[in-house]
C-alpha cells in the first residue's frame, strides 16, 4: 500500500486567516449536523464565530494548521484560546450570550452558543472557577484530559489555567489521514509547553468526538441537541 504522508503542523498565522476561513466555514456549514439543522450560512458563521475570533485571539498563539508536505496547501485548521475561565457569565436561554465573542449572534445560530456557552460555564463551575460561584470538585493533574475525580476541596475560587480548543476543521480531500489527530494532539502538546493545567473542548460532531476519545479526554458534561 502507499504510505500517506503526514501534514506539517505549524501556528497559524495572519497570512493564513483566508484559507483557514474558507475551509473551516466549508466545513462546518456544509459536513456539520448542527449547522445544517438550524441553516447557518458560511458568511453567518464567519461573522459570528470566525473574524472576532482572529481579531480577539490570534495573538495568543496557540492556534495551529497543517500543511500537505508536497503542495505547501492548507488541508487542516484547530483553533485553540486562552480561555479565562472566571470571566465566564451564566447563558441565559432568552438571550444567549457567546463567552468569547463581541458580536451578538443571529438567530439561526443562537442555539449553538448557548449550548456551547452553557457547556463551559458547568465546566468552570464544577471545578470552582467561575466568578460566582465555590467549587465541588477537585482534580487530577490535567493534561490532555479533562476527565476528573472528584473530591471535597474548600469553597475559595480556583485558577486553572484553560486552552480551550474551539474548532478543528480538515479539508474534505485530506480526510482519513489522522490530520485531526495530529492537530489536536499538537495543539495539547503545545498547551502543556506553554504552561496550560488543563484542555477542555466541546464536540458536537461524531467525528470530532472520536477524536477527542482516542486522545484520552473524558466527558465532563453533555448534552443532547434534539432536530427537528
Request: with cysteine.
Amino acid at each position: 500500500d502507499q504510505t500517506v504522508p503526514s501534514a506539517r503542523i505549524r501556528p497559524l498565522v495572519e497570512a493564513d486567516i483566508p484559507a483557514a476561513t474558507a475551509l473551516i466555514t466549508t466545513t462546518f456549514c456544509t459536513r456539520e449536523q448542527i449547522t445544517l439543522a438550524l441553516g447557518v450560512s458560511p458568511s453567518e458563521f464567519d461573522l459570528v464565530l470566525l473574524t472576532p475570533f482572529f481579531h480577539d485571539h490570534l495573538a495568543d498563539g496557540l492556534s495551529l494548521v497543517a500543511e500537505d508536505p508536497e503542495t505547501g496547501s492548507l488541508i487542516g485548521v484547530c483553533l485553540n484560546e486562552d480561555l479565562h475561565l472566571d470571566q465566564l457569565v451564566a447563558p441565559s436561554s432568552s438571550a444567549p450570550s457567546p463567552q468569547q465573542h463581541t458580536t451578538t449572534p443571529p438567530p439561526a445560530s443562537q442555539p449553538i452558543f448557548w449550548i456551547l456557552g452553557e457547556m463551559e460555564y458547568r465546566w468552570a463551575e464544577a471545578h470552582g472557577c467561575t466568578a460566582s460561584t465555590t467549587p465541588t470538585t477537585d482534580s487530577t493533574t490535567p493534561t490532555s484530559s479533562h476527565a476528573h475525580s472528584p473530591t471535597t476541596t474548600t469553597p475559595e475560587k480556583r485558577t486553572l489555567r484553560t486552552c480551550h480548543i474551539l474548532i478543528v476543521g480538515v479539508d474534505l480531500n485530506a480526510a482519513s489521514r489522522g490530520i485531526a489527530t495530529q492537530l489536536l494532539t499538537a495543539s495539547v502538546e503545545l498547551a502543556r509547553t506553554r504552561g496550560f493545567d488543563v484542555c477542555i473542548a466541546e464536540a458536537t460532531g461524531l467525528h470530532s468526538q472520536r477524536a477527542f476519545k482516542r486522545l484520552g479526554f473524558g466527558v465532563c458534561e453533555s448534552a443532547t441537541i434534539t432536530y427537528r
